[in-house]
């Protein structure tokens, strides 16, 4: 799969990239609030999931939009107690997952990262996991979401991989956006401050 003009949309795993992805194509605010990200939505019929990658082998898209769990590199990482486990997830195998692979090689890269509090993604990953009756659990990955006593030390290095990655890319905007109550807050790509977002929901 080879992408001419690429925007990936990052964050962990149930944080909400499908519902903001989802706010983003029919939420007119954002022409206001970011205009270049929304003309995305426009051009980008769909998103493309990490684990659908392989389905679109051979396809060449001028535009297109990742939908990138930051997770799903280290999914097969083995069982280790969090210390070790931190040590393991690191840049190198982040960029080793094919569908990481494929965005190195994007002619134009723009990224938007979801800073999305553990917590809220617990919750949803929770709520997942009960309406689709799997009883199977990845066991780091609950390690990651449910890491309250360590001041969220291995969600923030997980989050910190993927901005080591992305950083030495040099997307040409990368928009990091905090969900709130009442909407989403952009980070200004240039300036970094924030501007509040609250219409966009």
């Known amino acids: 799969m080879k992408v001419d003009t690429l925007l990936v949309v990052a964050g962990p795993r149930a944080c909400g990239k499908t519902r903001f992805i989802a706010s983003c194509r029919r939420d007119t605010a954002l022409q206001q609030q970011a205009p270049e990200l929304a003309r995305f939505f426009g051009r980008a019929p769909k998103s493309i999931r990490m684990t659908q990658v392989e389905k679109h082998r051979g396809k060449t898209y001028e535009h297109a939009i990742l939908h990138l769990d930051i997770y799903t590199p ?111 807050v952009i980070a200004d790509p240039a300036s970094r401050s924030n501007r509040p977002a609250g219409a966009m929901r």
């Open 74 to 184: 280290f999914e097969y990482a083995p069982i280790l107690p969090g210390a070790e486990l931190k040590a393991w997830m690191t840049v190198g195998r982040f960029a080793g997952n094919k569908a990481v692979a494929m965005i190195e090689s994007a002619r134009e890269l723009y990224a938007v990262t979801l800073d999305v509090p553990r917590e809220v993604t617990l919750r949803r990953w929770l709520d997942r996991k009960s309406q689709d009756g799997r009883r199977q659990v990845a066991t780091n990955l609950v390690r990651i979401l449910s890491d309250a006593a360590d001041d969220d030390l291995l969600y923030r290095h997980l989050y910190g991989v993927w901005n080591r990655f992305i950083g030495a890319l040099r997307p040409r905007q990368h928009w990091r956006i905090t969900e709130t109550a009442n909407g989403y």
